[in-house]
């Protein structure tokens, strides 16, 4: 039987490099993808070294309209199936809402979640065949859990990550029927280059491990149609359930 095919967006680094490496080493065949081509390149050739399989990799910035019509056409061109699109690429900023600029705002939103809303609708119709034939097909979002709950310095991007979980959520009520079902996964903060600066703030070992969110995502894949998870919450030990 032939492998199944998933694309991970934002695949070189942090948390999407780790959903590519155990995605790879169950067996699926990958399109990575990220705005720098040297890290995918290298990081295809240790996959493939390691575990065999195909990786395909495709530099797209998600800021970029046409370079995530071109990332979606190049995934079916290379696979012509999506057993699971992890829209895990993302940009962070933060700062006061009273003098958040209204340009980065847009900049987020379009990284954070247009990207994720054009990508989907380019491989709908793939994932809805890819349901067809294989009986489900995931749609897994790396939002946050700044978009569950307010944080301070958090409006644009927790707004940002609130809608891409909006749009899973919606997908599900118009799709799981026919087997294609999506999850926001969101976690609070993970111990990546994008938390680097906050290291003063909260220490590193005090974050959640990347490799766990990770193997959320990996899991989500496992599941069979007969379930919707709509979004899962990932929260770090300690008294504030809510906060990243
Ligand atoms: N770290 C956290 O605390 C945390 C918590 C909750 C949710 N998240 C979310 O988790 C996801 C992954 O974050 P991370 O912490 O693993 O980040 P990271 O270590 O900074 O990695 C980001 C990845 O995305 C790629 N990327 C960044 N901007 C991009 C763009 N405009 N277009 C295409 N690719 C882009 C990067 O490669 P290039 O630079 O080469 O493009 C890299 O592969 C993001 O959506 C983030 O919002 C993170």
């Known amino acids: 039987m032939t492998a199944p095919a998933a694309l991970v967006t934002g695949a070189s680094r942090g948390i999407g490099a780790l959903i590519a490496d155990r995605l790879a080493a169950a067996g699926w065949d990958l399109t990575t993808s990220a705005r720098s081509a040297g890290p995918l390149d290298e990081q295809a050739a240790r996959l493939v070294g390691s575990h065999g399989g195909r990786v395909r990799t495709v530099p797209a910035d998600m800021g970029s309209e046409d370079d995530v019509v071109a990332l979606a056409d190049a995934h079916l061109e290379t696979y012509d199936r999506i057993d699971a699109l992890v829209l895990n690429a993302g940009m962070g900023s933060i700062g006061p809402f009273a003098d958040f600029p209204a340009r980065r705002f847009d900049k987020l939103y379009a ?5 994720a809303f054009v990508l989907t609708q380019r491989l709908l119709p793939a994932l809805r065949r890819t349901a067809g034939d294989r009986g489900t097909a995931k749609v ?18 927790g707004a940002s990550k609130a809608a891409l979980t909006s749009l899973c959520e919606t997908l599900n009520t118009e799709e799981s029927s026919g ?11 993970v111990a990546t280059d994008m938390t680097a600066g906050l290291a003063d703030q909260v220490s590193p070992e005090a974050m959640i491990d990347a490799a766990d969110v990770a193997e959320l ?20 030990p300690g008294p504030h359930l809510w906060r990243a």
Not at 111 to 115: D, E, T
Not at 140 to 157: C, D, F, H
Request: aromatic share 4%; net charge positive.
């Open 217 to 236: 995502v990996v899991a989500l894949t496992r599941l069979s149609r007969s379930v919707v998870v709509p979004h899962v919450p990932m929260t770090r």
């Open 179 to 189: 087997g294609v079902t999506a999850t926001a996964v969101c976690p609070g903060y």
């Open 140 to 157: 897994i979002a790396v939002s946050s859990l700044t978009g569950v709950a307010g944080e301070p310095l958090n409006s644009a991007y």
């Open 111 to 115: 990284i954070n979640v247009r990207s």
